[in-house]
């Protein structure tokens, strides 16, 4: 396949990574479009979007329209005469418009195996719902939400101990292999395109920091993946005497507990171990209201008064 050139979409630091590896392989990115600059950090200033630094770093012109729906936006765009458009965790709609104007249309890198987990947060939908497998898809775009025929499919193992982090960031370097190797390719994955399945497709809604909150009536299984799902964010939490606790590692065990669900049964440098639904949840790593975040040794060292044994974690606020 001859060099192509690119238009690349994108926002966040998944995105860049993809971007990276084509800037580096033999096509041309010709021009990359992004979301305009937002507000961050404690002195809410403007922060470019991690594929915008990547651009900027090499020379590639840089483009961020609010949406795509403007004829004239449309007619920029179609300007760069692009090959192929590859989209990656951009965050705006492509119209049809879009999609119908480069030559071998758009291409998509979804942090899923199609069809499961469609939407905006595949990679933690599949840790909280306990799947043993996560990976890549490589999607030829349509007006859908992630319903385009199948390129390539790039599949990983979820860990027992991975967090949304840990499978974001290994996805994110499959991702870039797999849409280099599809390009490379283009020809014979698009005439090997595999239409997707819609009777087993399932929808990665996007995350809510409400549903951060832990149930204690769930079983400690499923707690413990919410954890791990939700690290780094939004991070899960409970209330001890009205205050946030946001849990940042825990672990499942064997045994079990008849005590009321968020009660603390059992507290040392080793962990604190609470009584869920099912099972005991053992507390890792936690971050009191006001603190940052530390391993149980040190909660015990300097807080360990705040949460002694009979101690009840809350799943709500208390009037």
Known sequence: MPALKIIFAGTPDFAASALTALIESEHEIVAVYTQPDRPAGRGRKLRASPVKEVALKYNIPVLQPENLKQTETQEELRNFNADVMVVAA??????????????????????????????????????????KQSGITIMQMNAGLDTGDILQLSSCPIKDTDNGGDLHDRLAEIGATAILETLNNLDDKLANALAQDESVATYAHKLDKQEALINWQNSAIEIERLIRAFNPWPVAFTYLNNKPLRIWQADAQAQ??????????????????????????????LQPSGSKAMD???????????????????????E
């Not at 709609?93 to 291409?107: E, K, M």
């Not at 507990?257 to 049964?265: A, F, K, N, R, Y």
Request: aromatic share 4%; glycine share 10%; net charge positive.
């Open 90 to 131: 951009y965050g705006l709609l492509l119209p049809q418009a879009v999609l119908d104007i480069p030559r071998y249309g758009c291409l998509n890198i979804h942090a899923s195996l199609l069809p499961r987990w469609r939407g905006a947060a595949p990679i933690q939908r599949a840790i909280a719902a306990g799947d």
């Open 296 to 318: 149980t040794a040190a909660f015990m060292n300097g807080h360990a008064k705040q949460l002694p044994v009979g101690s009840l974690l809350q799943s709500s606020l208390s």
């Open 256 to 285: 079990q507990s008849d005590l009321e669900p968020g009660t603390v049964i059992n507290c040392d440098k080793k962990g604190i171990d609470i009584s869920c639904g099912e099972g005991v949840l053992r507390i890792l790593k």
